[in-house]
Structure formats: structure tokens, C-alpha cells
């Protein structure tokens, strides 16, 4: 391979263009993008879109990963003739102009990204170091997909206003954090990618210009979020209200019935004491074919008759057997 075509993350100049943004979502989808590239020998061949470009230099998303790797940096000068052609050509042009994604968006350093804006996004995201490991929002940093991983440390450098020269570097800074996190506030857009493929990047990775186009949009849709919040929180305010409610009525209730419940053992024990009634023990047999047991309940009547019918009213279905008087005359 030309050592001038680099796989990416060790290139970086794309680095500095797309994994200065953070990565919320990446959904493949499949489109008409995809091409055939090759170097100006004819040796090297790769398929994948072209998702960025500047002056010097495209960026692919490779159809099938290469070690691991999704995206090659490949020098334009280094392209083959018919490549270079197809940079310039109409047959591109329309291609990147389908479904209304024809807008280029230019980055701080010049790449130009095509696509167009589905959304505007929020995201708070933690670097700490547990365990010897460092973990961004509470998930190890390896396990992330390989794009989020070099997006961390750009991240860093833009919130910290420092500058990191290597892997290296970032993680002798995430150490020295030792187990402090740090939280950094991320506002930006979702941007929908000419191949397909979602994004979300953050305002500070785009130009002044593309900036200043994006902000007055975002100052709408944040009053509108901001809204859409308020409305949420009122609604959960009304749900918990109304949930405490129930609450109160269920155990309102409970308390009364177990009132009217402690009212009628007393007049039944009032009954017996004045020799009204008597407490009496019924033995009841279950339905036939029931596979319940027999059991014996207390009941308040007058005789024993009287004991029986309340015994299998209150138990519909069982029969009743012996009954024993258990107080009263």
C-alpha cells in the first residue's frame, strides 16, 4: 500500500475534521454512493463512499472494514486519472444532490461534508478513568464504535484549550484525572451524510460562516425544546399527582372498610355478650371434583342452622358439615 493512503485513525487530517465532532448515532444505510477507488498505479483498490473532501484529500467509508478500520484518507494526487474525473463530474454531483442532500457543509479546516441537517442535538459526555481503564459515559472507551473513540479526544482539546499529539498523550491526561470525571456539555446538529449514514457534530467543528447560518435555527428549536420540557415535567407533575391521589382514595377506603369491618365484630361480640347471638364454628366440605380442602370458618348467628346458611352464603359452592358452638348462650 502507498504510505501516502493511510487508514484511518492515524490520519489526521480527517481527525481533525470529523472526529472533532461527537458521534451520537451511525445508521448504514445502504445507497447508490459506492465506488470503485484505485491509486494512480492501478495496484491498490478499495470500495467505499465518499463521505468528506478538501483540496488534497478525499475521506471513504470502506465497504468492508480493513483491520478493524472503517475509514481510509486517500491523497486526490495520488487517485487514479479516471478517479480524479469522477471527482469533477456531473455523475457525482448527482449523486450527492439525491433526496435533498446536496448542501456541502464547511468544516473549521476546510472539509467539506455533504449532506443536510435532520436535527439538532445535545449531549453531555464524561471521561473518567476507573480501574485503569478509561470510560466515556460510563461505558469502557474500547468498546465504543472506532469513530466515537477518536472523537473523545478532540472533544478534550476543544473544552480544555489544550492540544494532545498522540493516543499517548490523551490517555497521560485521563490519568492524571485519577477518578475525577469530567463532564463536558456538547451542543450540535444531526447531519444526515450523503451515503446514508447519520452524524451528530458539534457547532465548534464547523466554519465561522456555516456557524452563523446554524445558530439562529438552534436558538429556535432550544426555545422550543425548552418548552417541549416544561410540558413533559408538568405532564409527569399531573401523572405523580394524580398517581397520590389514588393513593390517598385506596387507602381511604382500605381504612374504612377495615372501620366498618372492626364495627361489625364489635356489635357482633356486643350481641353475644347480651346473649342475641352466639360465635359458632361450621365445618364445610368444598364442590365435588374440586381439588380445594375442606376448612371450617366462624360465623355469628342465632343457632346452628342459622350458622350453617351464613357459612356457605359467604362461601358459595361448599357445603356445610358439623358446626360447633364456640360462646353465647
Known amino acids: 500500500m502507498d504510505k501516502s493512503i493511510t487508514l484511518l485513525p492515524s490520519s489526521g487530517a480527517f481527525l481533525r475534521v470529523c472526529m472533532a465532532g461527537f458521534m451520537l448515532s451511525i445508521c448504514f444505510v445502504g445507497q447508490v454512493i459506492a465506488h470503485e477507488w484505485s491509486d494512480s498505479t492501478g495496484t491498490y483498490k478499495v470500495t467505499g463512499d465518499l463521505i468528506a473532501m478538501d483540496e488534497t484529500e478525499i475521506v471513504i467509508k470502506l465497504e468492508k472494514p480493513t483491520k478493524g478500520r472503517e475509514l481510509l484518507a486517500f491523497p486526490i494526487d495520488k487517485l487514479s486519472d479516471a478517479d480524479r474525473k469522477y471527482l469533477e463530474s456531473t455523475e457525482l454531483t448527482q449523486k450527492l444532490s439525491e433526496s435533498d442532500k446536496s448542501h456541502a457543509w464547511t468544516m473549521r479546516n476546510g472539509f467539506k461534508l455533504f449532506g443536510k441537517i435532520v436535527d439538532f442535538a445535545r449531549k453531555d459526555v464524561t ?3 476507573r480501574r485503569g481503564r478509561v470510560y466515556v459515559n460510563d461505558r469502557p472507551m474500547e468498546n465504543l464504535p472506532e469513530l466515537y ?3 473523545i479526544p478532540k472533544i478534550v482539546e476543544e473544552y480544555e484549550n489544550i492540544k494532545f499529539e498522540d493516543d499517548r498523550a490523551f490517555l497521560t491526561w485521563v490519568t492524571k484525572l485519577k477518578a475525577e470525571p469530567k463532564t463536558y456539555h456538547c451542543e450540535g446538529v444531526l447531519l444526515e451524510l450523503a451515503n446514508g449514514d447519520e452524524f451528530a457534530f458539534p457547532f465548534f467543528m464547523f466554519s465561522e460562516s456555516d456557524q452563523n447560518m446554524l445558530k439562529p435555527a438552534w436558538t429556535q428549536w432550544e426555545s422550543t425544546h425548552a418548552a417541549q420540557q416544561e410540558q413533559a415535567s408538568q405532564l409527569e407533575q399531573q401523572r405523580q399527582n394524580s398517581l397520590y391521589l389514588q393513593s390517598q382514595a385506596a387507602a381511604y ?5 377495615e372501620a366498618m369491618q372492626i364495627s361489625r ?3 357482633q361480640v ?5 346473649g342475641l347471638t352466639s360465635i359458632w364454628e361450621v365445618y364445610l366440605y368444598p364442590p365435588a371434583g374440586s381439588y380445594a380442602y375442606p376448612m371450617s370458618v366462624v360465623v355469628s348467628a342465632r343457632n346452628s342452622d342459622f350458622a350453617s346458611q351464613i357459612a356457605m352464603q359467604n362461601n358459595p359452592g361448599y357445603t356445610a358439615g358439623p358446626v360447633r358452638k364456640v360462646s353465647g348462650l
Open 127 to 129: 471521561v473518567q478513568r
Open 149 to 151: 473513540r477518536r472523537m
Open 253 to 257: 377506603q382500605q381504612q374504612q372498610a
Open 265 to 267: 365484630l364489635q356489635l
Open 270 to 274: 356486643s350481641a353475644v355478650n347480651a
